[in-house]
């Protein structure tokens, strides 16, 4: 209570930078980053999977390995956003790709796909957001299956324990049970 919150979605590098200075008390991040002026509070792990186009080629496949898949119809968001780099990484892919989506918002992305062809990857998370028809679309990745850890990360300082956890909680609780982090099913965090 009194407490008021302002959400902004910014780079990770402005995050850490914003976080380091003292002018935020949480950043969310689905990179890791080792840094000795921050601490790490995993959230949840989610796979990154496909998405694909009606009719797109790699749909037809049983199993799906990121030696598959190629760079000429691939979707991105633009660099700034870890997305597009995980997916560059999954990929193995520099960049031969041959669109790039210049925003931050992966289903602005995923109604490009569905109009224009071509595919994605995009975190487990949204499954529950898209449509029937749009989840047959989806492909889990093989060899290894990518999963990225969406964190929080606070000061080594910070000492809002309580604020912490109802951000934690608000998270948590939009989150998949089986995808919880461990620590963060069995209760709250304690700084």
Request: glycine share 6%; hydrophobic share 40%.
């Amino acid at each position: 209570p009194g407490i008021s919150m302002s959400i902004n979605e910014i780079t990770t590098e402005m995050s850490l930078a914003d976080l380091r200075r003292g002018d935020i008390d949480i950043a969310i991040l689905a990179t890791r980053h080792e840094d000795p002026q921050l601490l790490e509070i995993p959230l949840y792990r989610e796979a990154l999977v496909l998405y694909a186009s009606e009719g797109h080629p790699l749909l037809e496949q049983e199993r799906i390995d990121s030696l598959m898949l190629r760079g000429d119809d691939l979707w991105v968001l633009r660099s700034e956003h870890c997305l597009s780099g995980q997916v560059f990484d999954i990929c193995r892919i520099k960049t031969d790709f041959s669109a790039c989506y210049c925003a931050g918002n992966i289903f602005t992305l995923i109604n490009i796909i569905d109009s224009q062809g071509g595919y994605t990857i995009i975190p487990e998370f949204h499954l529950s957001m898209l449509a029937p028809e749009q989840r047959s679309r989806v492909r889990r990745l093989e060899d290894p299956e990518p999963v990225r850890t969406v964190s929080m990360y606070i000061r080594n300082d910070y000492f809002r324990e309580g604020m912490l956890n109802a951000v934690a909680e608000c998270i948590c609780d939009q989150v998949p049970k089986e995808m919880l982090d461990e620590r963060m099913a069995a209760g709250p965090i304690r700084i």
